[in-house]
């Protein structure tokens, strides 16, 4: 079945940096399109950032352009997030989720999700 | 940026009554590429519709969705007890930088 596990949440200072993976299994990860989205503590959703399957198309939300960068590993089967010039209104939950995507097409929405890692920047 | 606005902010109901949520785009949502996600706390979210009135795999029928353009609606026809919970809408219809989230519609127990 279908699993995306994130990884490498925590404290962070202002400023500071984090680097955060998803693994995938139980899919062809290579044929996918991902993304990161995040959910501040009681708040909604919000997209973070879309990679294409190649690695070839990344797009980012302007409130993280210039400080994360997103990539892939298709040979081990993992979408990271590299995390740079931390700030308190980046603390929330961050998941890795997986666009639908049939016969090369590819869609905007999200068939599946990571159970998400927290980020918590504070001094 | 197309901003989505769901409506009520809370909707209280009893299960086995009917639930109807509200999602407004600003503008038009471009080949009705409108998602509905269901998220309990604690948990990730759940794709329950996309494409406006598209049901994903495993989703029961009593959920539906219909709408077009700018205005969108999720129904479920007789809530269950494992009903209750947020719902978000989401709108795909322009490239992934564009892409936003409604504020979410939280379904309480009466």
């Known amino acids: 079945q279908v699993q995306l596990v994130e990884s490498g949440g925590g404290l962070v200072k202002p400023g500071g940096s984090l680097r955060l993976s998803c693994a995938a299994s139980?899919?062809?990860?290579?044929?996918?399109?991902m993304s990161w989205i995040r959910q501040a503590p009681g708040k909604g959703l919000e997209w973070v950032s879309y990679?294409?399957?190649?690695?070839?198309?990344?797009y980012y939300a302007d409130s993280v352009k210039g400080r994360f960068t997103i990539s892939r590993d298709n040979a081990k089967n993992s979408l990271y997030l590299q995390m740079n010039s931390l700030r308190a209104e980046d603390t929330a939950v961050y998941y890795c989720a997986r666009s639908y995507c049939t016969g090369g097409v590819c869609y905007g929405y999200f068939d599946y999700w990571g159970q998400g890692t927290l980020v918590t920047v504070s001094s | 940026e197309i901003v989505l606005t769901q409506s009520p902010g809370t909707l209280s109901l009893s299960p086995g009554e009917r639930a109807t949520l509200s999602c407004r785009a600003s503008?038009?949502?471009?080949?009705?590429?409108l998602a509905w996600y269901q998220q309990k706390p604690g948990q990730a979210p759940r794709l329950l519709i996309y494409?406006?009135?598209s049901r994903a795999t495993g989703i029961p029928d009593r959920f539906s969705g219909s709408g077009s353009g700018t205005d969108f609606t999720l129904t479920i026809s007789r809530l269950e007890p494992e009903d209750f919970a947020v719902y978000y809408c989401?709108?795909?219809?322009?490239?992934?930088?564009?892409?936003?989230f409604g504020q979410g519609t939280k379904l309480e127990i009466k």
């Open positions: 494409g406006a009135s």
């Open positions: 139980g899919f062809t990860f290579s044929d996918y399109y």
């Open positions: 989401q709108q795909y219809g322009s490239s992934p930088d564009k892409y936003t």
């Open positions: 503008q038009s949502v471009s080949s009705s590429y």
């Open positions: 990679i294409s399957s190649s690695g070839s198309t990344i």
